[in-house]
C-alpha cells in the first residue's frame, strides 16, 4: 500500500495559519476516522498531535485542529511559533488493518 | 512517568537474524497495546507491527511479514521484536510505541521511546 500523500515543504510566518494536507484514498483515509497527525523534531521521537480526525491528546496546544473531508485530511496550525517548525506526519488506518503513514511535511517558520 | 527504552540494535549481515526489546515503565502495561515504528535514516516513519494488551491480536506491515515476529511479556513490562532474514532496507532507526487504548487497532501511538538504530550491511 502506498503512502499517503503530503506536501514536502510548507512555510509561514509567526502568528499566520497553515494548513497541511494528507490524501490517501477510500481505503484509507477516506474510509475510516481513523487518521492521526505526529509533529518530530530533528533528532527526537516524534508526538502525537490529533487522534481521530480531530481529537487532541491533553497537554496539546489547541492551535493544533484537525479535519478531513473526503480523501483528504487536513492539519491546521494557527498562530504560528517558532517552536512549530518541525516535521509532521500524517497516518491512517487502513482496509488491510495495517497503518500508513504519510511521506511527512516539513514545516517552515519564517 | 511513562518511559519506553530500546535496545538489541545494531550492525548485522544481509540474511542474519536480530531481536530488539523494549522496557516499559510508569504505567500498566498490560492495560495496552504496543507498538514497534521504525525510520530509515532521513525518511518517514512506517509502522512495523503492534500486538495487543493480551498478546491476542497482532498485526504485522506487508513488508515484514514473515520475516518479523512482534511478542510481549507482561510479566517483564517487556515488548520484543525478532527480526530475521534482514534485508538492507531493513535499517533504520527502531522505535517502541505505546498505544492509547488496549486493542491497538486501529493503532494511535501517545508515547515513544529513543529508539534503536539497526544497520543491516555485510
Known amino acids: 500500500q502506498s503512502a499517503l500523500t503530503q506536501p514536502a515543504s510548507v512555510s509561514g510566518s509567526p502568528g499566520q495559519s497553515i494548513t497541511i494536507s494528507c490524501t490517501g484514498t477510500?481505503?484509507?483515509?477516506?474510509?475510516?476516522?481513523?487518521v492521526s497527525w505526529y509533529q518530530q523534531h530533528p533528532g527526537k521521537a516524534p508526538k502525537l498531535m490529533i487522534y481521530?480526525?480531530?481529537n487532541r491528546p491533553s497537554g496539546v496546544s489547541n492551535r493544533f485542529s484537525g479535519s478531513k473531508s473526503g480523501n483528504t485530511a487536513s492539519l491546521t496550525i494557527s498562530g504560528l511559533q517558532a517552536e512549530d517548525e518541525a516535521d509532521y506526519y500524517c497516518?491512517?488506518?487502513?482496509?488491510?488493518?495495517?497503518?500508513?503513514f504519510g511521506g511527512g511535511t516539513k514545516l517552515t517558520v519564517l | 512517568e511513562v518511559q519506553l527504552v530500546e535496545s538489541g540494535g545494531g550492525l548485522v549481515q544481509p540474511g542474519r537474524s536480530l531481536r530488539l526489546s523494549c522496557a516499559a515503565s510508569?504505567?500498566?502495561?498490560?492495560?495496552?497495546?504496543m507498538h514497534w515504528v521504525r525510520q530509515a535514516p532521513g525518511k518517514g516513519l512506517e509502522w512495523v507491527s503492534g500486538?495487543?494488551?493480551?498478546?491476542?491480536?497482532?498485526g504485522y506491515a506487508d513488508s515484514v511479514k514473515g520475516r518479523f515476529t512482534i511478542s510481549r511479556d507482561n510479566a517483564k513490562n517487556s515488548l520484543y521484536l525478532q527480526m530475521n532474514s534482514l534485508r538492507a532496507e531493513d535499517t533504520a532507526l527502531y522505535y517502541c510505541?505505546?498505544?492509547?487504548?488496549?486493542?491497538?487497532?486501529?493503532?494511535?501511538?501517545?508515547?515513544w521511546g529513543q529508539g534503536t538504530l539497526v544497520t543491516v550491511s555485510s
Open positions: 510505541a505505546k498505544d492509547i487504548l488496549s486493542y491497538g487497532d486501529p493503532p494511535i501511538f501517545d508515547y
Open positions: 510508569g504505567f500498566t502495561f498490560d492495560d495496552y497495546a
Open positions: 500486538i495487543s494488551w493480551n498478546s491476542g491480536s497482532i
Open positions: 477510500s481505503s484509507d483515509v477516506g474510509g475510516y476516522n481513523y
Open positions: 481521530e480526525v480531530s
Open positions: 497516518s491512517s488506518y487502513t482496509s488491510s488493518s495495517t497503518l500508513i
